[in-house]
């Protein structure tokens, strides 16, 4: 009874302390405006070498990719007949994709599609859900707001709907902090603030210790963008396409430039192929939507309810990513079994 | 109509995800209903019948996805 009260109790002070309190100006934990953007941002404000970028999402598979290394070396090093706890744990989920890869594809062909599918699997999931640890899209560099609107006026995009959070001090680390969010400052009153020629501006402007700017993260989860989803995908699909010529020779392209079946076979042919660049596309949006929403909702969360916000969506994200990773995963055996099995029905005609 | 503030790039963002999640929403009621009918009446197969399900609602998903993130690019881009 006690922990229901101390519950509800946390929640008003967090429903008052954020945006929903902020227009009874009761706004006291302040949390930082939202900052949405779909590209991924360079973790640099220059280029590194000559003019290349290293983005934030490159981090995050790199984070990814050192977790699992460091997990497969681990767990290998010394391999037992009775395994070690890690070892175990391992062998347990690997042992569960492959008798689900034999299910499906059969025992010709598991052996074969297992390490894709397996990778895919593992790397989607763990870059998944790496990307809802603490620190990633709160840590980063600011971009000044001269820069902001600098960017605004190249894109053309109206100055009063581009918001800045505001933040204190400026250093090389920055983290989003509350308060942040409790004064609303947009690029056009920066650029009333700062105008070019330097007269004397109003007192509404900040203070001189506060600066208006975006935080563009170190980290974030990688696939939050689509080329790392494009990526994947485009792996999967030609190493499906492969597998089909490997197995039928060219009779897997006689499924999709078929002749043998007259005008309406040449007809479906066509749109099976159409069907086929389709699967690409879907699995490329099927992940980057799952994930790219879900990290909106959570910074989205953080704003409106800002200390006890985020708890259930962090669990609606752990399952998100991994029912994602699945069905990549599962996907793309299904596709792969489809396409080493050859349409031998059709010569019965 | 005067007195609207704001885009319609808002308005269109909203209208594309509000409508483009009907259909998936439907087809995925759809799908669960007919796996639970199905699990019903053959509680054995109920692995099998599991797995197809969740594929089955993956591809559903999938066309929602598309309308947010036509949303999503009308809104931010």
């Known amino acids: 009874m006690f922990i229901v009260l101390a519950a509800i109790a946390v929640l008003v002070f967090s429903l008052a302390g954020g945006a929903l309190g902020s227009a009874f100006g009761l706004g006291f934990l302040s949390a930082p405006i939202p900052h949405i953007q779909l590209a991924a941002e360079?973790?640099?404000?220059?280029?590194?070498?000559?003019?290349?970028?290293?983005?934030?999402?490159?981090?995050?598979?790199?984070?990814?990719?050192?977790?699992?290394?460091?997990?497969?070396?681990?767990?290998?090093?010394?391999?037992?007949?009775?395994?070690?706890?890690?070892?175990?744990?391992?062998?347990?989920?690997?042992?569960?994709?492959?008798?689900?890869?034999?299910?499906?594809?059969?025992?010709?062909?598991?052996r074969?599609?297992?390490?894709?599918?397996?990778?895919?699997?593992?790397?989607?999931?763990?870059?998944?859900?790496?990307?809802?640890?603490?620190?990633?899209?709160?840590?980063?560099?600011?971009?000044?707001?001269?820069?902001?609107?600098e960017h605004a006026h190249h894109l053309e995009k109206d100055l009063s709907q581009v918001k800045l959070q505001v933040f204190d001090e400026v250093g090389p680390i920055n983290v989003l902090m509350p308060g942040s969010g409790n004064i609303l400052h947009t690029a056009q009153d920066w650029e009333n603030c700062h105008p070019k020629d330097s007269h004397h501006v109003s007192d509404d402007c900040l203070k001189d210790t506060q600066h208006a700017g975006v935080l563009v993260p170190f980290l974030r989860s990688a696939n939050t963008e689509i080329n790392t989803t494009l990526a994947i995908a485009i792996v999967a699909m030609v190493m499906v396409h492969f597998w089909g010529f490997s197995t039928l020779g060219w009779g897997h392209a006689g499924k999709f430039i078929n002749f043998k079946d007259g005008p309406t076979g040449f007809f479906v042919g066509i749109l099976e192929a159409i069907s086929e660049l389709a699967r690409l596309i879907s699995f490329t949006f099927r992940l980057f939507g799952n994930v790219f929403a879900g990290e909106v909702l959570l910074i989205a969360m953080a704003f409106l309810v800002?200390?006890?916000?985020?708890?259930?969506?962090?669990?609606?994200?752990?399952?998100?990513?991994?029912?994602?990773?699945?069905?990549?995963?599962?996907l793309t055996l299904v596709f792969a079994s489809m396409a080493t099995i050859s349409h031998d029905s059709h010569s019965d005609h | 109509m005067d007195g609207i503030t704001g885009d319609i790039?808002?308005?269109?963002?909203?209208?594309?995800?509000?409508?483009?999640?009907?259909?998936?929403?439907?087809?995925?009621?759809?799908?669960?209903?007919?796996?639970?009918?199905a699990l019903g009446r053959n509680p054995?197969?109920?692995?099998?019948?599991?797995?197809?399900?969740?594929?089955?609602?993956?591809?559903?998903?999938a066309i929602a996805i598309y309308a947010l993130v036509v949303a999503i690019i009308i809104k931010f881009v």
Request: net charge neutral.
């Open chain 1, 42 to 110: 360079n973790i640099t404000p220059n280029p590194i070498i000559g003019s290349f970028n290293i983005t934030n999402t490159m981090v995050g598979t790199w984070i990814a990719i050192i977790i699992l290394v460091i997990i497969s070396v681990v767990s290998t090093r010394k391999t037992s007949l009775v395994p070690s706890r890690i070892q175990g744990f391992v062998e347990v989920s690997l042992e569960f994709f492959i008798n689900l890869t034999k299910s499906i594809a059969g025992e010709r062909h598991a």
């Open chain 1, 112 to 149: 074969r599609f297992f390490p894709l599918i397996m990778t895919i699997f593992l790397f989607v999931i763990t870059a998944n859900w790496v990307g809802i640890l603490p620190g990633f899209n709160t840590i980063g560099w600011i971009e000044s707001g001269h820069h902001v609107a």
């Open chain 1, 306 to 330: 800002p200390l006890v916000g985020l708890v259930p969506f962090l669990g609606i994200e752990l399952f998100v990513g991994a029912i994602q990773a699945f069905i990549f995963s599962i």
């Open chain 2, 9 to 37: 790039k808002d308005l269109a963002a909203g209208i594309a995800i509000a409508i483009g999640a009907i259909g998936p929403g439907l087809g995925i009621g759809i799908l669960a209903s007919k796996a639970m009918e």
């Open chain 2, 44 to 61: 054995e197969a109920a692995p099998q019948i599991q797995q197809n399900m969740i594929l089955a609602i993956a591809f559903t998903e």
